[in-house]
């Protein structure tokens, strides 16, 4: 088992929260946020995810922080591509909207919003998609990196759906529960989705 706590390098509080209920139960290690290890925002940040693949954006982040704190680091990059937009917004995910100022919830909002937009009569039949997450377990003692793919595969609505989870869940149907992912319960988005998977593959690289 790897010594010391784990450093998830993330400034969402929702993805933190995730990841510490798929990993904490499996793992029994103390994962720690950004905020626990008091790293302060930097702005250089900002400019760590500049890679076209989810892979690679979560090997640069994972990088920045262990070189930033010297601790064992876990990093992710996810997000949603559909079928209908060729794929799109995938790495861009977080910032599709481009809307200086926002964050959060509002940020959330406008992102769903611009989706729909963009799904406007396109049919059901076409609005298949997938979420992705790569996953990153970096170690400071210079060992290779270790990384992992999740994916889900669903339907966008053409309409929100559910109060639970966070980003573009309450547009995301998931067809065998026929529930979106902000309809389902925490313990069963952590059973299903693409950050349990990829982040589940980790866990016996930790114990």
Do not use: W
């Not at 377990?137 to 270790?146: E, G, N, Q, V």
């Amino acid at each position: 088992m790897l010594a010391g706590p784990l450093l998830i390098a993330s400034r969402s509080a929702d993805k933190v929260r995730e990841i510490r209920a798929i990993l904490e139960p499996v793992i029994g290690a103390r994962l720690i946020s950004l905020t626990d290890a008091g790293v302060p925002p930097d702005s250089a940040e900002d400019d760590v995810e500049a890679y076209p693949t989810f892979r690679e954006n979560a090997l640069a982040k994972a990088a920045y922080f262990a070189r930033l704190t010297r601790m064992n680091v876990l990093a992710d990059d996810s997000g949603i591509e559909v079928d209908a937009l060729d794929g799109a917004p995938g790495v861009l995910s977080r910032r599709f909207a481009v809307r200086p100022g926002l964050s959060g919830v509002a940020l959330d909002q406008a992102n769903n919003q611009l989706l729909l937009q963009k799904l406007t009569c396109v049919p059901a039949a076409r609005r298949g998609a997938r979420y992705v997450c790569a996953a990153v377990l970096l170690c400071h003692d210079a060992r290779p990196p270790i990384t992992a793919l999740g994916t889900c595969r669903g339907i966008i609505l053409d309409a929100p759906r559910g109060n639970g989870g966070f980003g573009y869940d309450p547009l995301f149907l998931f067809p065998p529960m026929e529930l979106t992912f902000g309809e389902l319960s925490a313990e069963q988005k952590h059973r299903f989705s693409h950050r349990a998977r990829a982040f589940r593959a980790l866990a016996s690289h930790i114990l």
